[in-house]
């Protein structure tokens, strides 16, 4: 997993596993709202018809809702801890 090549600054890469691909489909659709993304790609995710989906999001393109929420909840400098990351 280390070795995984990281999202460009803004980007953020998602994975949904559901039980349907509708479901999945349903969640991706939700992301894409609310932010600028790559064509999701899906695979299926065990028995029963489950679907694992990934797509990237760009957080740097985000439809109005998206980016008044984050306009709001972004941390501070202050508030930031290093004990967070990793």
């Given at each position: 997993m280390d070795d995984e090549p990281l999202p460009s600054g803004?980007?953020?890469?998602?994975?949904?596993?559901a039980a349907?691909?509708?479901v999945a489909r349903r969640v991706a659709q939700v992301?894409?709202?609310c932010f600028a993304?790559?064509?999701q790609r899906s695979y299926p995710?065990?028995?029963g018809g489950a679907?694992?989906?990934?797509?990237?999001?760009?957080t740097t393109h985000a439809a109005q809702p998206a980016r008044s929420w984050l306009a709001?909840?972004?941390p501070s400098f202050d508030d930031h801890d290093p004990a967070d990351e990793g």
């Open positions: 803004g980007h953020a890469d998602v994975r949904i596993v349907t691909p509708d992301l894409r709202c993304s790559t064509e995710a065990g028995r679907t694992r989906l990934y797509l990237t999001i760009d709001s909840t972004e």
